[in-house]
């Protein structure tokens, strides 16, 4: 049976806390493969303006090219309509019937998981496979409503990388360097498209 990790995000820019938790969880569940899926349009975060798919799924393949156990999927992104990660799943598991997939995590993002849209069926689908994150901060509502949900959860363990998304566009829009905080490929490519620029 193979085992197969999802690592779902906006990636706006990708960067490297994402590539460190994929290759932690990659080693440490012994993951033939894992797949990026930057999301289409996001419910969860309708506050802002995301950055065009395309871009996000170009930096996302640029950031893996050297890794052949990464791959970058566009489902969410071909999928019209706002993006559910139970859909997603639903699809990955018609699509690998013998596969056993994980559902990669930060710390925050489990925290948000019960608000999401069916999560019951998100975690019988999948196995929850959690990383910390240096700044999330404790939050026993969260704890409690994950708990609610009566999964087993994979703990995944990685060296703080104390990079958000967030974080990289406003050094972006303030003309600050990101200069080792993305892959060297990502920088050229949000420098050569003017990404960020205005915040
Ligand atoms: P934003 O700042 O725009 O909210 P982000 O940096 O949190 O973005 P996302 O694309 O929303 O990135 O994150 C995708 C997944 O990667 C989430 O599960 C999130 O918890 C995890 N993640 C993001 N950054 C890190 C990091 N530095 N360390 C560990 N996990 C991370």
Not at 59 to 74: G, K, Y
Not at 84 to 109: C, N, Q, W
Request: hydrophobic fraction near 40%; charged fraction near 30%.
């Amino acid at each position: 049976m193979s085992r197969l990790g999802i690592l779902g995000g906006t990636f706006d820019p990708v960067h490297l806390g994402h590539l460190v938790l994929a290759e932690a969880a990659r080693e440490q569940l012994r993951l033939d493969k894992v797949l990026f899926i930057p999301t289409g349009h996001s419910w969860r975060k309708p506050e802002r303006e995301i950055t065009p798919g395309e871009h996000r799924l170009e930096m996302v393949r640029l950031a893996i090219a050297d890794n052949p156990a990464f791959e970058a999927s566009s489902a969410e992104i071909d999928r019209p309509g706002p993006t559910y990660s139970d859909v997603t799943l639903e699809e990955l598991h018609d699509a690998h019937p013998d596969a056993k997939l994980y559902f990669i995590l930060g710390r925050d993002a489990l925290l948000d998981l019960p608000n999401w849209r069916a999560p019951e069926r998100i975690v019988e689908l999948s196995t929850l496979a959690v990383a910390e994150r240096a700044w999330s901060e404790a939050d026993p509502n969260g704890d409690a409503a994950v708990a609610a949900l009566r999964t087993p959860i994979e703990r995944i363990t990685m060296p703080e990388i104390g990079v958000s998304a967030t974080d990289l566009r406003e050094r972006v829009c303030n003309g600050l360097s990101i200069r080792y905080l993305v892959p060297e490929a990502v920088r050229t490519y949000i420098s050569d498209r003017g990404l960020y620029r205005e915040g």
